[in-house]
Each structure stands twice: as C-alpha cells, then as structure tokens.
C-alpha cells in the first residue's frame, strides 16, 4: 500500500541524509503534516529495537485528541495494532520491540520557564505537530535531548515540525530562510499544500476556497504574508511603508535607548528627528559605562538636551537612566494622562505600543535605513505587537516582552526603542528648547 505522497517522500529524503537535522513541513492545510509525522515515527519505532522517539505538541490534551488519533487510524491501515500497547495515564506508546514513544505537552509554562521537564529526557528524534504553536526554546531544546543511542543506531539526530503559515520563528527560521537561500545548512523547509494532497476530496479543497480571504491565502494557497490575529495591532502592509514614508517632517531631535538586561540583548539607541528615525546603533553586550559614554557622545554631535533622552529603567537601564539624568521609561508604571484624563491601559508600556500602533497605521513615522536585515527584524518585531486577553473585559494591554522573545527567539529590542518615542508623544517637549552642553559632575 502507498501511503507516502510526493512532498512526504521529499521530507523522507531530507531525514534519511547525513545533513539535515532539522525539517518543518507543510504550510498550509490538508498537505499530509500529520500523517508523515506519525507514519515516521512509527517506521523508526518498528526499525531501531530500543529506541526512543518523542512526539509533540503545545498542549497534551489537543495531541492527544488530534494527532494521536491520526496515529492510530494509520496504525490501522498497517494492520501494525498489535506490535504496542497505548498507556494513556504515562503518555507513552510502548512497542513490544522494546521502542517507545513518548507524547509530550511542549506549552510555555509560566512555572517552568527552562524546560526543565525536559531536561532528563534522552530521545532518539523528534516529531512536533503544529510546531509555530511552540515557543522557539521548545523546539531547541527538545533538538539538544535528541542523543539516545544515536552511535549505536548509526543515525543522525533529527527533528521534524509541521505547521501552518505563521508569522512566528518557523516564518523567519525556515520560511523566510529557505525563500531568500539564507537557511542553514542543516535545516530545510518543505512546502505542502492542499493540491499535493490526491486522497483530499473535492469538497474540502473547494471549503478551503469558501473561506474568508485571509484564512485562504494561507491555508489553500500557504501564503506566509497573511496573518488573520485579530489581536495584532499593526497592518503589515503599514509596517513596510515605515521605510519609505520620506514625507515625514523633521522636528525636535531625541535619543531613545533600550538598554540590554545583565548582557543577555542588545542596546539598541534610535536618534530622531521629529517622527524620522534617522539613526539606529545596535551594541552587544556593552558595559553600563560604555554605553553611558556612547549616549553622551550621541548628545553632543547631535545637539540632544537630556531632558529629549529617554532610557528604559528596568534592570541595569536604571543605572544608565541616572547617571545621564535622563527620562526613564518603566514599563509597568501608571499610563499617562491624554486629554487630562487616565484611559484605559494597564501600563505605561501599553499605553506607548497602542499609540505607536496608531501612528504606524496612520504613516506619520519614517525610519531611515538602508540595511535589509535591520529592516526585516524590525518589521517582525512590530508584526508580533498583539493584545492580550483580546476576548475578556478590562484595561488594554500588550502581550508580555518574554512572549514575543519566545516567539521569534531573541528580545524585541527595536520595536520596544520605538515605542518609547511615543513618551514625547503622551508628554510634548517644549517647544523652542535649546540644547545645552551637559554637565556630568
């Protein structure tokens, strides 16, 4: 019986080589994501005695209810039912050759932030279904237990994701990468779709085409460039106009920081001119006083009172905010007043990104940069600003910092820069102030 369609076959081709270890397949609806995941695992199961195989999921209870089904109808087909018993209470499928596949819940919890539930565990590869619903920690860790008996099969280690068109890490990852031929050697994205499907019926491939444009863009067509989150607060579109609103007009020059946190981010300094983002400097790892030193240098080439620089006060920036005596930003602090009245935001830093949000949407901010790769990482931090609990009642606010860090797999370091311009925005500079040479005594 064949089982395996042409796109499946391709994925086989890349986990059987001596190269890549890492594969996230699919891209749209009904490509057969599910089924190559369960029919691999079940393969390697029935090939290596012993061997160890984790397979994955966000949450425990909808792989359990989705993919795990799909594993059993499969199982089935093979009439191969009688070579495991499913212990439902343990999550493991346990194969009388001694193999055994472990289902594992890969959700972000807050109480376990390391995943350190996973780390005892020793696999030889892994299979993660609907893998854009993990966090990119999830997916890296899980790759560094992917070490059991490895030498003694003779295998590499291999991981393998299926996902739908996100706009999460798989996107700039795996997406993206592969698009531009900038993937890394030993990863590979393999587009699936619908219509690479042949056991679909016509009547799914046509409620594909039924649905609303956005969800058919990226599940009948598997367009990446689509996002249907009614939370996100920024237009694509809006976003890449950023780099080419050259209408903006100048104004008042300020200096934003966002100071890197115990060396872990970057610092990332924006000088202004008005709405015009003028310059960006990106520094790694610096000390407190170096980048003291650099935001005083700034000032001066660019005639920047203090009272026009703003530094984020969380962390080690509470120590850059005082010895510049400078604006501080603290991002759970009370919002400011608009229109002599508290509106209904959680936090300052809310307050700022819904602001930010509505100048990008209306175009009155231009950023002034030629770098590509500048350009890309800010135009997917801005696109993972979303609102939190965007069904329940209460104040407005944004999706925590650790949440979008997640996502993508490094800290939003320009989007947040940009939103503390937003400050000046809440609270005008005056007008007519003039630079004076600071004193640092």
């Known amino acids: 019986m064949k089982l395996l369609l042409p796109k499946q076959e391709n994925a086989i081709y890349y986990l059987n080589d001596n190269t890549t270890t890492e594969i996230v397949y699919g891209g749209a609806a009904g490509g057969g994501k599910t089924a190559l995941l369960c029919l691999r695992a079940i393969e390697q199961s029935q090939k290596y005695k012993g061997s160890r195989w984790l397979l994955g999921r966000s949450k425990l209870k909808t792989l359990k209810e989705t993919t795990l089904n799909t594993f059993f109808e499969l199982s089935a087909r093979l009439d191969i039912g009688n070579q495991f018993v499913y212990r439902d209470q343990r999550g493991v499928i346990d194969f009388k050759n001694g193999s055994q596949i472990i289902l594992k819940d890969l959700f972000l919890y807050p109480s376990d932030p390391d995943y350190d539930s996973l780390g005892s565990l020793e696999i030889s590869g892994g299979f993660i279904d609907e893998c854009s619903q993990i966090a990119y920690k999830a997916w890296q860790i899980t790759k560094s237990r992917i070490r059991y008996k490895l030498k003694e099969f003779d295998i590499a280690p ?7 068109p996100s706009k999460g890490w798989t996107y700039q990852q795996f997406y993206k990468a592969e698009k531009e031929n900038t993937i890394r050697k030993y990863r590979k994205f393999i587009q699936a779709l619908p219509t690479d499907n042949h056991h679909l019926p016509e009547s799914y491939l046509q409620s594909l085409l039924e649905l609303d444009e956005i969800s058919r863009q990226r599940l009948y067509y598997g367009n990446w460039e689509y996002d249907d989150d009614p939370a996100t607060l920024m237009d694509y579109e809006k976003i890449v106009d950023l780099f080419s609103n050259s209408y903006v007009r ?26 015009k983002v003028i310059r960006i400097i990106k520094v790694d790892k610096s000390l407190t006083t170096d980048t003291v030193g650099l935001i005083r240098k700034l000032q001066l080439e660019n005639s920047i009172p203090r009272s026009n620089v703003i530094c984020d006060e969380d962390g080690v920036g509470g120590g850059v905010v005082d010895m510049l005596k400078c604006v501080g930003f603290v991002n759970n602090s009370r919002p400011l007043k608009e229109n002599y009245e508290i509106k209904n935001y959680q936090n300052l830093r809310s307050q700022c990104y819904f602001k930010l949000a509505d100048y990008v949407n209306t175009g009155k901010i231009y950023i002034s940069t030629t770098d590509g790769q500048t350009n890309d990482d800010i135009a997917e931090e801005l696109e993972q600003i979303k609102q939190a609990n965007i069904d329940k009642d209460g104040k407005l606010t944004i999706i925590p910092k650790e949440t979008i860090k997640n996502n993508i797999g490094r800290s939003p370091d320009y989007s947040d820069t940009l939103m503390m311009r937003m400050y000046f925005e809440l609270q005008p500079r005056p007008k007519g102030a003039k630079f004076k040479v600071p004193s640092y005594n």
Not at 158 to 164: S, Y
Not at 255 to 274: C, H, N, P, Y
């Open 158 to 164: 291999k991981l393998i994701g299926t996902c739908n």
């Open 250 to 275: 100048s104004g008042q020059r300020v200096i934003t920081a966002d100071i890197a946190r115990l060396g872990k981010d970057s610092t990332v300094i924006m000088i202004w001119e008005g709405l």
